[in-house]
């Protein structure tokens, strides 16, 4: 007898009819469509094959999850581990694909795990800015009897312009509690009272502690094998991008970026091969119709873990950057 999920569980669950419903309102990179409508769109296709029919220069920032080099399935592909020298390829042909789509002043994130991060970072270089490397740590991952839990992963912040490109840094403060209070002539010095405790907003780091991978009692969660949290890419949408800016994502999975982006008033281009993923993203997309929160983030900061605001989960209100 099939075990009947708790009522507490959230993981969006779609039906074989559904998902051939989404997929079918997909874009599609030969379609009727043409390059002129793609904005706000979930293409169904390879990437590879579609970036080049994509237009140039539209894209204020580039988000990209690539497969890491791991041996995975993802829907109905396998991914196969390569060596060295085939994921470096691997990547310097996905670089050159999407490098045509980029404004002049575009920014660009790359998410790895630590044994991609050492190729990705040297490809980067060759050919955009590096600005920063961002460590997550996502808590979840298995133990190792004979060597290190893995539960890092980086982010490469690159730009295509040294100097010229949007970084919001009043935008990503982060809200921390203040453990020892420290007062001047009775007064808080620089931090703030409330009625739960002291705290303080401060300027985001580039290791981030306070973001959990979606689980199954979040609204967010889907089947995806390596689906990213909204709170991760709402802090690099609104860093990196201005309200109607266009986000674009050659490998959108379960279209984690695309939500964030439509709840965070930016547009969208998000390519996925797997018709299932597809369905996904534009399951979710619907849903941010009519619930614009995304956990952690409210009234314009990101909180720690396990705070009053990731504990209300930012209500129902749109969130404005």
């Known amino acids: 007898m099939k075990k009947r999920p708790s009522a507490r569980n959230k993981t969006i669950a779609l039906t074989e009819n559904e998902i051939k419903r989404y997929a079918e309102s997909c874009a599609s990179p030969l379609g009727a469509e043409g390059k002129g409508d793609i904005i706000n769109r979930i293409i169904c ?147 703030r009272e409330s009625e739960n405790g002291p705290f303080r907003d401060t300027f985001p780091s580039n290791f981030w502690d306070d973001i959990s991978i979606p689980y199954w009692s979040m609204p967010e969660n889907t089947g995806h094998p390596a689906q990213k949290p909204e709170k991760l890419l709402a802090r690099l949408i609104l860093a990196s991008s201005n309200a109607g800016d266009v986000i674009l994502d050659p490998f959108a999975g379960s279209g984690t970026s695309a939500v964030a982006a439509k709840k965070l008033g930016r547009r969208f281009v998000g390519i996925e091969r797997e018709a299932k993923y597809c369905a996904y993203a534009l399951k979710r997309l619907e849903m941010a119709e009519k619930s614009q929160g995304i956990q952690g983030y409210a009234d314009g900061v990101f909180w720690e873990r396990n705070t009053l605001a990731l504990q209300r989960q930012a209500g129902d209100k749109p969130k404005t950057a």
């Open 45 to 191: 296709g390879d990437a590879f094959e579609v970036l080049p029919l994509l237009p140039g220069n539209f894209a204020d920032l580039l988000i990209v999850d690539p497969p890491y080099n791991l041996n995975k399935t993802y829907g109905n592909t396998l991914f196969k581990k390569m060596d060295y020298g085939e994921y470096a390829a691997f990547t310097r042909k996905w670089l050159e694909a999407v490098r045509p789509a980029l404004k002049r002043n575009a920014a660009i994130y790359v998410c790895s795990d630590w044994k991609t991060s050492i190729i990705i970072g040297d490809i980067l270089a060759d050919s955009f800015t590096i600005q920063n490397r961002i460590t997550w740590q996502r808590e979840k991952g298995r133990g190792a009897a004979r060597n290190w839990k893995n539960s890092m992963e980086d982010i490469w912040f690159a730009t295509v312009s040294p100097k010229e490109f949007t970084f919001n840094v009043d935008k990503v403060k982060m809200r921390r509690r203040v453990i020892a209070p420290y007062r001047v002539d009775g007064q808080p010095k620089d931090w």
